[in-house]
């Protein structure tokens, strides 16, 4: 496709439980970018790659949260022992190139912790 | 953390008026990008500003920047009913941080 994938849509979660959230970024794009979302809140940074190596992962919230992008192009953000408090929007981006001047957006994987 | 702050939350306003948007930040940067995100969707890349433009404009758009007062602004002329949705500006870091930082929005609404 010619746009950001995102997959699953929506996930339902029992506490506990681990998930893998998916994403495919357009073809030969540089950086991707994982931000959290909640309900009425802006995206909230978790991490940045540039090809396959993860420059920064400041914003991940605790070391259940973990972040791969083995061959610099599909990612998959894994979070370990499912909390209610990780319920949220998590939204995949990509740039073209390392300066980030435009962002691609997918639609984001809703994820409901219960 | 949150970087940028946008201003008013909330704006709800008639189809034709002018809508503006304000966005403070903390730190000095290079650029500062404008987004907009419909119910449920992922964000879409309006415009970007650099550091040394203090506007610039992209067809109904109009964006100014003023780096003395870290403080941006986002103007929609003539709204459509199409332009309801939330709208986030995002700061990058001089320092070389390469993470997009973004606002908490700002909820537009415009009324037919």
């Known amino acids: 496709g010619a746009g950001v994938s995102q997959s699953p849509r929506y996930k339902v979660a029992k506490r506990g439980q681990d998930v893998a959230l998916r994403c495919d970024p357009i073809?030969?794009?540089?950086?991707l970018f994982w931000y959290q979302q909640a309900l009425g809140q802006g995206p909230e940074f978790l991490t940045y790659?540039?090809?396959?190596?993860?420059?920064?992962k400041s914003g991940l919230p605790s070391d259940r949260f973990f972040a791969e992008r083995p061959e610099g192009s599909v990612s998959t953000l894994k979070i370990q022992r499912t909390q209610q408090e990780d319920s949220a929007v998590y939204l995949c981006?990509?740039?073209?190139?390392?300066?980030?001047?435009?962002?691609?957006f997918g639609s984001g994987t809703q994820l409901s912790v219960l | 953390s949150q970087q940028g702050e946008e201003d008013p939350q909330a704006l709800s306003i008639q189809e034709g008026e002018n809508a503006t948007m304000n966005c403070s930040y903390k730190?000095?940067?290079?650029?500062l990008q404008w987004y907009r995100q419909n119910s449920g969707r992922g964000l879409v890349h309006l415009i970007l500003i650099r550091s040394n433009e203090r506007e610039k404009h992209s067809g109904r758009l109009r964006v100014t920047l003023d780096t003395s007062k870290k403080s941006s602004s986002l103007l929609i002329t003539a709204s459509r009913a199409a332009d309801t949705a939330s709208y986030f500006c995002a700061t990058d870091d001089i320092q070389g941080a390469q993470k997009l930082v973004f606002g908490q929005g700002t909820r537009l609404t415009i009324n037919p």
């Open positions: 073809s030969g794009h540089v950086s």
């Open positions: 730190t000095s940067i290079n650029n």
């Open positions: 790659f540039q090809n396959e190596a993860q420059l920064d």
């Open positions: 981006a990509s740039s073209k190139d390392s300066l980030n001047e435009k962002l691609f």
